[in-house]
């Protein structure tokens, strides 16, 4: 699969499909790969946005969750996205409310999977010197339950990343200023129905981590995906999918 990237301004992002708007935010080493089965599913029945979020692109003093939801609240307002169902993964859940947070009138409904805003075990600043490879493979696998699904390919996107110096420095910043932002003390203001979608086995935000922002959000509902890392729609798409379908066709217009 590869979908055409556009570009408006500064914004690229992906925009297939027609319907009601499902927009997807990718985590902090997520490429439009991780979302590939859920596009190819979706794209019949919703308009399927995907925003590249700079995660390298921004000045450093704006690497952090706040600067990226700025950003994406630009995207919504340049593109005019209404009712959106938003979903993101890893630090694009953390994004996502945020987001939800400060401008709830364009949202229609939120999903997480595996999203940080409370806790996670990040890659943190333990980084050892660059150009360790078999270091690089070992974070990757710890994202999965199953570690053939670190490919070469992917094992290449992260080593690529964090062989660059100013990469680096900026995965670093997102990183802690993920740990920085905790959401604890807001949740509660999160008035939209919400789908948490968790790996049983996810070691970067654990299982207790999905079971408090289930207490936390008021109107959540909770599901585990066995033998499933910290990427569910990536690793387990077809379950993820059917989740997925059954809340949107509950809460469409």
């Not at 499902?22 to 925003?51: C, M, Q, Y």
Request: hydrophobic share 40%.
């Amino acid at each position: 699969m590869s979908y055409e990237v556009k570009q408006l301004d500064k914004f690229q992002y992906i925009d297939v499909g027609e319907g009601e708007p499902l927009v997807l935010f990718h985590g902090l080493f997520g490429a439009l790969s991780n979302f590939e089965d859920l596009i190819d599913r979706f794209k019949g029945t919703h308009r399927v946005i995907v925003p590249i979020l700079p995660l390298f692109g921004l000045d450093l003093l704006s690497t952090t969750v706040g600067g990226l939801q700025k950003y994406v609240n630009r995207f919504f307002e340049k593109l005019d996205i209404r009712d959106m169902h938003l979903l993101g993964n890893s630090l694009g859940g953390h994004v996502a409310l945020v987001q939800v947070l400060k401008h709830p009138e364009r949202i229609k409904t939120l999903i997480l999977t595996g999203s940080s805003g409370l806790f996670e075990n990040g890659m943190g600043d333990t980084y050892p010197k660059r150009g360790d490879r078999d270091y690089i493979r070992k974070k990757t696998e710890f994202t999965f339950y199953d570690p053939k699904m670190a490919t070469e390919e992917l094992v290449n996107e992260v080593f690529e990343i964090t062989n660059n110096r100013l990469k680096v420095i900026k995965i670093i910043a997102l990183a802690k200023s993920a740990i920085r932002n905790n959401l604890g003390q807001e949740l509660n203001e999160i008035k939209q129905p919400t789908l948490l979608i968790w790996g049983k086995n996810d070691q970067v935000t654990p299982p207790f981590v999905a079971e408090e922002f289930h207490k936390l959000i008021p109107n959540s509902e909770l599901y585990f995906i066995d033998k499933c890392g910290h990427a569910p729609m990536m690793e387990v798409p077809s379950e993820f999918n059917v989740l997925l379908e059954a809340f949107l066709n509950k809460h469409k217009s």
